[in-house]
């Protein structure tokens, strides 16, 4: 069975750097075609894809964001990190990771509401 | 950079009928790369089809996608009530790398 679960902080501060961590199971992010992604929703709103890191150590970003996100597995722990710097209330979504399979998710965790606000 | 519509916005039917959503793309997309997801209120999404019509695991069949190109559709058969959610089209492309949603179509009762 296939599990991601997401962790962080629910309140950050305007310029503050938001860290999160996935932390999956049921699967391994060594298996060939397998990557793991990060995905935003604001209030609301749309699905916005962030970024993802694959089975070989590729590591794409979003081209609107990458200056600001950087994306970190840890295979030995089964975990994938996110940091977002210099949040800003806009930044205020629910973040999901998710198993990436080629060209889609097929597994998503529960998500985290972030909120940005002084 | 690709961009996805979804039309309508919302779709009003009621359980037992059938259900067509759109997706548009701005520029051809690979038919290998398109998605689906559906979501219910304070859920995570879940994928209901990838490469235009092949069921995730677990689907039921009364989900179906078609299409090429720009044009694609979710088609729903039957519509069950646990089905009223919105549903979401994805596309990914390879250079550069990204994936990209549409805006979501909401089947409301």
């Not at chain 2, 950079?1 to 039309?7: A, D, G, I, K, R």
């Not at chain 2, 039917?13 to 759109?22: H, W």
């Not at chain 2, 290998?32 to 997801?37: D, F, G, I, P, R």
Request: aromatic share 12%.
């Amino acid at each position: 069975q296939i599990t991601l679960k997401e962790s962080g902080p629910a309140l950050v501060k305007p310029t503050q750097t938001l860290t999160l961590t996935c932390t999956f199971s049921g699967f391994s992010l060594s298996t060939f075609g397998v990557g793991v992604g990060w995905i935003r929703q604001p209030p609301g709103k749309a699905l916005e894809w962030l970024a993802i890191t694959y089975w070989d150590g590729d590591q794409r970003y979003n081209w609107s964001l990458h200056s600001r996100l950087t994306i970190t597995p840890d295979t030995s722990k089964n975990q994938v990190a996110l940091t977002m710097t210099n949040m800003d209330p806009v930044d205020t979504a629910t973040y999901y990771c998710a198993r990436g399979t080629w060209s889609s998710f097929d597994s998503w965790g529960p998500g985290t509401l972030v909120t940005v606000s002084s | 950079e690709v961009v996805l519509t979804q039309s309508p916005d919302i779709l009003s039917l009621s359980p037992g009928e059938g259900a067509t959503l759109s997706c548009r793309a701005s520029q051809s997309v690979s038919s290998s790369w398109l998605a689906w997801y559906q979501q219910k209120p304070g859920q995570a999404p879940r994928l209901l089809i990838y490469a235009t019509s092949t069921r995730a695991s677990g689907i039921p069949d009364r989900f179906s996608g078609s299409g090429s190109g720009t044009d694609f559709t979710l088609t729903i058969s039957k519509l069950e009530p646990e089905d009223f959610a919105v549903y979401f089209c994805q596309q990914y492309a390879d250079l550069p790398p990204v994936f990209t949603f549409g805006p979501g179509t909401k089947v409301e009762i």
